[in-house]
């Protein structure tokens, strides 16, 4: 059986909260807005505090720490600026070596797979592979090139 997780806004929770702490009873206003029991105990004993509480994502915290995620994410965004295609690897391997100065610890696919979903602003990336006649430009062709323009200059007084 799948569980629904926070299947509820944060308004329908603040107002779950706001009720509670008018004076109504927790069981009823966790029946009517749908909020676990629990869930609505926990915000309300931290609204009694003063205290704020932020919703959190699940699972453990990023092993790198913030300044660096935010650094690789520059580093890749500058070099797809100008044409630089920055495949996983790279940024496994940035990411590897950085996590090996501070904790002595290596990232793999999973952190990767993680890394661009709360960086959506960027996109995989692959070189193209560029074609076999493309590629074969030898001495001889570059010479015709130099000799077209020459003639073009010449034709066009340049």
């Known amino acids: ?7 509820f806004s944060r308004e329908r929770l603040d107002d779950a909260v706001a009720q509670v702490l008018s ?10 807005s749908s909020i676990k029991y629990s869930t609505l105990a926990k915000w309300v004993a931290a609204a009694r505090k003063g205290e704020t509480r932020d919703p959190k994502r699940r699972g ?17 965004v500058g070099l797809q ?11 496994i391997a940035k990411a590897s070596a950085i996590a ?3 904790f002595k610890r290596c990232v793999g696919d999973g952190w990767y797979r993680r890394f661009m979903e709360r960086h959506p602003a960027l996109s995989v990336r692959t070189a193209q592979s560029i074609s076999k006649a493309r590629n074969s430009v030898d001495a001889s062709d570059v010479q015709r090139l130099f000799d077209t323009l020459a003639s073009v200059y010449i034709k066009e007084e340049i």
């Open 1 to 7: 059986m799948k569980k629904t997780r926070g299947a």
């Open 23 to 32: 004076g109504e009873s927790m069981s009823t206003v966790s029946k009517i």
């Open 60 to 76: 453990p915290a990023p092993l790198l720490p913030p300044e660096a995620e935010e650094s690789i994410y520059e580093w890749v």
């Open 81 to 91: 600026q100008v044409h630089h295609p920055v495949e996983r690897g790279a940024v």
């Open 100 to 102: 090996e100065m501070l």
